[in-house]
Structure formats: structure tokens, C-alpha cells
């Protein structure tokens, strides 16, 4: 009976009862339980399975430049990284207002560190979540110009709950690049998030942007009421010994 209870469990796809009622089987604690508390743990099981296949599935489909995680951000003073500021925002409340982050500081300082660690959280969370890195995205939507597909590519991209632009303002936009970037920002605003992190400080991005009336119109949807981090110091690929965060920086530059 238990053998077919375990044949039916993973062909219906119930692959958290199946390897906890196994585990029981197998351990012989069965026993050990009432028939409610067996159904209870084997429900625990499914839901737990179910929840971490989720997240699994969202972070890929986030296509996330390397792993971070929140808990391995770093607070040196001479990083200037308010940790109330980093936890606030890792509760993901932020979303739910509508409301952007802007991360900006020198190469290698950790932006894209962090701006990835606060989306994790987030794909934990349940949010539809899709990182980018901002030229090689532009380029992107160039070409799906020309082979038919930009709209299902804007299309997607206003799906998510919560966007990041990675390396945004490494080159100038040119007129077509500005002209996705306004109907991007335009079609997510007031109604999605934006993470974007910079090597320039903002005061800067007029010029990257180029054509002030545009300029003017990105700008006031991404700026306003957005939460801002400014990071300073040394490089974190210099420094050792070597921690989790470095690493995870090191190996995908």
C-alpha cells in the first residue's frame, strides 16, 4: 500500500509529501505519529517544497547578474551604507508604494551588490523581479527593433514588480535608446519599482540621458521620493581577506 501511496504521490506532482512520507517509511516513524499530525506534516512538507521551487523559479527567471544575499552586506563605516536603510528596504515595502531606489558610487564599490541582494529578497517575497545590466538591455531592445519583438519585450519588462537597471549611465543614451528608456520609465510609473545603480551621481544623468525635455520627464518619474544610497570607499574587489560578497563580485568581472 505504501509503494503505491508513493507511485500516486509523485505522479501528481506532490513532491514534498513524497520524499517526507518516504523519509518516514523509511526511518520508521510513522508510528510516531496520529493520523492528523501525519496529514499535518506530510501538508507542511508539500507547502515547503512548493514555496522553495517558487523562489527557485523566480530568481532564475530574475536572470540575476551573480547571487547575493542581505545577509552578507557589509557595513564598513567608510562605505557609507546605513544598515537600517538596507534592512528597511530589504522588507520590500518599498514596492508596494511604487517607489525607487538609486544606488550610486565608484566602480567595484558594491551597488550591484547590493541592488541584487535586495532583489532576492524580494523574488522570496513573491515579487516578479528582472535584473538588467542597462547597455547590454538597450542593445538588446535595438535589435528586437528590427526582428519584431521589442513590444513583447517592453511588454515583459512592465510586468515586473520590481526592475533593476545595473551600470546605468556607462555610455550616453542615443535618441533610440532614449526613446525606450521614456517609454519604459512611463509605463512603470506609479505602478511598479525601479532599482538603479550608477557610477555617476545623479546630478549626472541629464547629460547621459541627453535632450533635457526628456531628460527632464525620466528624471522627475525615477528621482522623486526615491530612496537614495551614496557609496564611498575603496574598491571591494581590492580589498582582503576575501569575504562571501567579494567573491560573488570577483568571480563575474
Known sequence: MN??????????????????????IETGQTSQYTADELLAHLVEAEWDDRSNRRIERSIMSAKFRYKASIEN????????IDRNQVMRLADCTFIDRYENVLITGSTGIGKSYIASAIGHQACIQGYRVFYANT???????????????YLKDVARLERQQLLILDDFGIQP??????????????????????????QLP???????????????AILDRIVHDAHRMELTGESMRRKRPKTPEIKDLENNF
Open 73 to 80: 552586506v557589509h557595513y564598513q563605516a567608510d562605505r557609507s
Open 3 to 24: 509503494t503505491n501511496t508513493l507511485d500516486r504521490l509523485r505522479k501528481l506532482k506532490f513532491y514534498g509529501m513524497y520524499h517526507a512520507f518516504k523519509s518516514c
Open 135 to 149: 547597455p547590454k538591455l538597450f542593445a538588446k531592445l535595438k535589435m528586437a527593433k528590427a526582428d519584431g519583438s
Open 202 to 216: 545623479v546630478s549626472k544623468w541629464y547629460e547621459v540621458i541627453g535632450e533635457k525635455t526628456i531628460a527632464d
Open 173 to 198: 543614451f542615443d535618441a533610440q535608446s532614449r526613446a525606450a528608456l521614456m517609454e519604459i520609465i512611463e509605463d512603470r510609473h506609479g505602478k511598479t519599482s525601479l532599482i538603479i545603480t550608477s
